[in-house]
């Protein structure tokens, strides 16, 4: 577990600071690359085929499951059924009941490809995929390519056909939808269009957030403007497609028919969405229009998908999900988490497991004040979707899985007709120690062992509603390599996340909560993994933000960040780093100033990592700046240069000079609200600076050196 280390701010420490203020190979998350000649051996039928309509259904085990209806086109291996052939997938709706499970495979009635299959342990007559995600080959019909999470192809016919094994696949009957695709693609290239061709001139924002916005709210939060040319005037049969998340953005994922809000010729309004037609997150990529005519358009700049929050999906509609309290007496406003009963040794949770766990379960709880906590352990061997028990366990998954998280939500009608969902049971179940390489220490896994904290962490932010992202540094990422780590939560992406999360679930009134229990983040027990004495800030006019801090001992600290925001609701911002002392047994102490000018508040926090890439965070402080209103002069004493920020009137242009000590104009300048003096060639000595925009006269003194 994480140090528990001892902050005493003591008052002599405190007066003492206030006098010093004066894309390589990786695998997927929880995944493990499989090869396909393996994946080809191991399943019993592999099809080409259509996914048709889907029904949920309810396993012995309690989970939920829903089955996919298949239209074969080809067989590559193994004999059909005498029936109708269909695909079990894990999660689906039944009633108002919800499980949604991490790193399973997703599938929307449409989707073509190539299905590797075998049967489905607690399912007689029924099939599941091989090797999860990775069991099905998805088809770009548009392009005449294939795509799965570790691969793509380029062609069907003379790439990814001749991969499945020397066999001669046997045609069941004509793809029409495929041949027709063909043909399509055949005109283009000889130049025969006569149908509108779409093109994407911009889009607004820049980066957004998926989840946020549902077909049940009005905010415009995570809805995305493009604007364009040849969309045709209306949507009819075109979509628009986001990078998968799910996959690195290896394939590409459709918006749900719910999900536009505008279709012009011109421009296009549309959610972004966490619950895509293809059950699929959207991601970090280039977006993509594709008109009624089956034409399509990429945009130049990639869309920076921020976050994504998991949704419900609902008689076709998205509903976001609120957290609740379901701990009881152990813990009334939040969660409480069981280790398995089992004794079997491949299943059991070892020490180790247990100690890396709670590792990952007080990152987020210090970090994001997810409110889950530990209790004894439970009498079941294995996680059941209906019991509303959190257990975490270690189970035989799919070859290639290393962890995945089942999510159970339930639905209910409130005071106003709605419909609101709240999230009653998480359970997180990892590959067999027996089965996978587990490195379960804190310092770096070798070369082909999987960092059990990294995957626990990222299993444990899927509980909290997080979905996959794509990003170089957020624990949410799509992709973890072997023998990597990714033990630190990012700020911007999997902290904002977290934080909007708990906000959407704390903002719930009564009758949105299920009869359950309302959430409250979980506060206290926290401490920065060092002797923490002192932390304090003050505002110096003319110089900046003087922050100092001092600690009674460290081991093995790596640096201090500090970070910044100016409004309680934005992401925070890293200022500076300054390093930490590493192992030390006596007083430290440290000093930053930050010379940014500051009208009214900013608060500052200090980002505290280890050697070992451990993070914690200590409490806020507020420092009041300059009145609202008033002329800010930095750095003063300055030479060379000095900033200006002050009060301008409507339409008005700011206009400053600087006077010398019999009054004389030196130098002088106008502009916005904000500029720049030179000062080049004065002499040095004390001068007024006289600032008037419209709104009054404001002087200050400056010195220049």
């Known amino acids: 577990m994480c140090r528990r280390m001892k902050i005493s701010i003591t008052p002599r420490f405190y007066y003492l600071l206030l006098a010093v203020l004066a894309w390589p190979l990786a695998s997927r998350a929880q995944l493990v690359p499989v090869p396909l000649a393996a994946r080809v051996q191991q399943a019993t039928l592999i099809v080409e085929a259509e996914v048709g309509a889907a029904t949920a259904e309810r396993l012995p085990d309690g989970h939920l499951a829903t089955r996919h209806a298949l239209t074969v086109y080809k067989v590559f291996k193994g004999q059909l059924p005498a029936g109708p052939l269909s695909v079990l997938t894990l999660g689906g709706t039944l009633g108002l009941r919800r499980e949604e499970v991490s790193n399973s495979l997703a599938l929307s009635s449409g989707q073509q490809g190539v299905l590797l299959l075998e049967p489905a342990p607690t399912r007689p007559s029924s099939y599941q995929a091989t090797a999860g995600p990775q069991?099905?080959?998805?088809?770009?019909?548009?392009?005449?390519?294939?795509?799965?999470?570790?691969?793509?192809?380029?062609?069907?016919?003379?790439?990814?056909?001749?991969a499945l094994g020397p066999q001669v696949a046997r045609v069941v009957q004509p793809n029409a939808r495929l041949a027709a695709a063909q043909v399509r693609r055949s005109a283009a290239t000889g130049q025969h269009i006569t149908t509108a061709t779409p093109v994407?001139?911009?889009?607004?924002p820049a980066a957004v957030t998926a989840g946020t916005s549902t077909t049940t709210a009005s905010s415009s939060t995570g809805v995305l403007t493009i604007n364009g040319t040849g969309f045709n005037d209306t949507q009819g049969t075109g979509y628009v497609l986001f990078r998968n998340a799910d996959d690195g953005g290896a394939t590409t994922t459709q918006a749900r028919s719910d999900d536009y809000v505008l279709w012009t010729d011109t421009q296009i309004q549309v959610r972004v969405p966490s619950v895509s037609a293809s059950g699929n997150t959207a991601g970090t990529g280039p977006v993509q229009v594709v008109n009624s005519d089956g034409n399509a358009a990429s945009s130049a700049s990639s869309l920076t998908v921020t976050y994504a929050l998991g949704n419900a999906n609902y008689n076709n509609q998205v509903y976001r999900v609120h957290l609740v309290g379901t701990g009881g007496a152990d813990n009334p406003s939040g969660y409480v988490l069981h280790y398995t009963a089992s004794t079997d040794p491949s299943f059991s949770v070892p020490p180790a497991a247990r100690a890396a766990f709670e590792t990952t379960l007080a990152t987020w709880r210090c970090q994001a004040g997810?409110?889950?906590?530990?209790?004894?352990?439970?009498?079941?061997?294995?996680?059941?979707?209906?019991?509303?028990?959190?257990?975490?366990?270690?189970?035989?998954?799919?070859?290639?899985?290393?962890?995945?998280?089942?999510?159970?939500?339930?639905?209910?009608?409130?005071?106003?007709?709605?419909?609101?969902?709240?999230?009653?049971?998480?359970d997180y179940e990892f590959t067999s120690a027996s089965s996978i390489n587990w490195y379960f220490g804190t310092g770096t896994p070798g070369s082909g062992q999987y960092d059990f904290q990294s995957v626990a962490l990222h299993e444990l932010g899927h509980g909290l509603q997080l979905q996959h992202i794509i990003s170089n540094t957020g624990v949410m990422n799509y992709a973890l390599a072997n023998g990597e780590t990714r033990r630190t939560l990012d700020s911007n992406t999997d902290l904002a996340a977290a934080s909007d999360e708990?906000?959407?679930?704390?903002?719930?009134?009564?009758?949105?909560?299920?009869?359950?229990?309302?959430y409250a983040p979980a506060t206290g027990g926290c401490p920065l993994p060092v002797e923490l004495v002192a932390f304090a800030a003050r505002y110096v006019s003319g110089q900046g933000t003087a922050l100092g801090w001092a600690t009674a001992s460290e081991q093995q600290a790596a640096y201090?960040?500090?970070?910044?925001?100016?409004?309680?609701?934005?992401?925070?911002?890293?200022?500076?780093?300054l390093p930490a002392a590493g192992t030390s047994a006596?007083?430290?102490?440290?000093?930053?100033?930050d010379a940014r000018p500051l009208a009214g508040t900013r608060y500052y926090r200090l980002h505290q990592v280890d050697q070992d890439g451990t993070a914690t965070y200590?409490?806020?402080?507020?420092?009041?700046?300059?009145?609202?209103?008033?002329?800010?002069?930095?750095?003063?004493?300055?030479?060379?240069?000095?900033?200006?920020?002050?009060?301008?009137?409507?339409?008005?242009?700011?206009?400053?000079?600087?006077?010398?000590?019999?009054?004389?104009?030196?130098?002088?300048?106008?502009?916005?609200?904000?500029?720049?003096l030179p000062l080049a060639g004065l002499p040095a000595g004390i001068y007024v600076l006289e600032w008037d925009g419209g709104t009054g006269i404001r002087r200050q003194r400056l010195t220049v050196q």
């Open 200 to 204: 994407i001139s911009s889009f607004s």
């Open 586 to 593: 006596t007083t430290r102490q440290y000093r930053y100033l």
């Open 502 to 518: 708990t906000s959407y679930s704390t903002s719930a009134m009564a009758d949105e909560l299920c009869t359950a229990t309302a």
């Open 370 to 426: 997810a409110n889950r906590v530990m209790g004894a352990d439970a009498s079941q061997t294995q996680p059941n979707g209906s019991d509303n028990i959190n257990l975490v366990s270690f189970g035989a998954l799919p070859t290639g899985v290393l962890g995945r998280t089942y999510s159970t939500s339930s639905g209910c009608i409130n005071s106003t007709g709605g419909i609101d969902w709240v999230l009653v049971d998480t």
């Open 618 to 676: 200590s409490a806020s402080v507020a420092v009041q700046g300059e009145a609202a209103g008033e002329l800010l002069a930095y750095p003063n004493p300055t030479s060379g240069l000095v900033h200006l920020r002050g009060p301008v009137a409507n339409g008005a242009t700011a206009r400053v000079q600087l006077l010398d000590a019999v009054g004389r104009i030196v130098a002088h300048a106008s502009g916005a609200a904000a500029l720049d």
């Open 135 to 162: 069991g099905f080959i998805t088809y770009d019909l548009a392009a005449g390519t294939a795509a799965e999470p570790f691969g793509s192809y380029p062609n069907l016919a003379t790439a990814l056909y001749p």
């Open 560 to 577: 201090f960040g500090v970070e910044s925001q100016d409004d309680p609701t934005a992401p925070w911002q890293e200022v500076t780093r």
